[in-house]
């Protein structure tokens, strides 16, 4: 009930294409879901959130859209170019011992975006 | 500057012996956080702590060890009772209230031969 489930593992688009990646969570405890961008070798940065009462946000090309009753999430990426080629995680924050904010991760996906 | 600094970046170890990875972070921040990453998978939990001098066991803690004497540093101990310790790990620090947004450091890549 603690897992955040991401597909696909990998994909691959051409550059101009709308690469989605879809999570999927069971515990409804969650209450907010961060999107992260990795680049080899580097620490995870934040890309944007949104939480569970807002269906869409919008933050430049990114753009995450929030089904709550299929507990749900994806990312989109409008006009994908080869410097967006990077592994993104989802993420689900709830509460832990003491109020602590506990992140729980998805697998993450490796997105190359072809020139 | 504000962030957060890892070092070294790269550490070699022998099989047996404990390392320590440092963990450095001028946010002001109350929160802070150690994660292993593995390839093909995501980041696991390994210790978090809140405030100075308390700490709590992640998912994975077994093997590693902590301390928190500063709110500005929080360093990991990987023991030789940690079975697979090569990986890349990942320190990051949050405020204790509001989103619960987490800022990541550059990471540490550990080898253990």
């Known amino acids: 009930q603690q897992q955040v489930k991401q597909s696909p593992q990998s994909l691959i688009v051409q550059k101009g294409g709308i690469p989605i990646i879809n999570c999927a969570y069971e515990n409804t405890a969650f209450d907010y879901f961060p999107w992260y961008q990795q680049f080899p070798g580097k620490g995870p940065a934040l890309l944007i959130a949104i939480r569970p009462d807002v269906s869409e946000k919008k933050e430049g090309r990114f753009t995450i859209s929030f089904n709550k009753s299929a507990k749900q999430f994806s990312l989109h990426i409008m006009d994908s170019q080869p410097g967006d080629s990077a592994t993104y995680f989802c993420a689900a924050k709830r509460l832990g011992i003491q109020g602590a904010q506990k992140l729980v991760f998805g697998q993450g996906t490796r997105l190359t975006i072809n020139p | 500057d504000g962030g957060i600094t890892q070092s070294p970046k790269y550490l070699f170890r022998k099989e047996g012996q404990n390392v320590t990875l440092s963990c450095e972070q001028n946010l002001n921040h109350d929160a802070m956080y150690w994660y292993r990453q593995d390839p093909g998978q995501g980041l696991r939990l390994i210790y978090y702590?809140?405030?100075?001098?308390?700490?709590q066991k992640g998912d994975i803690a077994e093997g590693y060890s902590v301390s928190r004497e500063k709110k500005e540093s929080f360093p990991l101990t990987v023991t030789s009772a940690q079975k697979n310790p090569t990986a890349f790990y990942l320190c990051?620090?949050?405020?204790?209230?509001?989103?619960?947004?987490?800022?990541f450091g550059p990471g540490t890549r550990l080898t253990v031969t």
């Open positions: 702590s809140q405030i100075v001098n308390d700490f």
């Open positions: 990051a620090s949050s405020m204790r209230t509001g989103s619960g947004e987490q800022y």
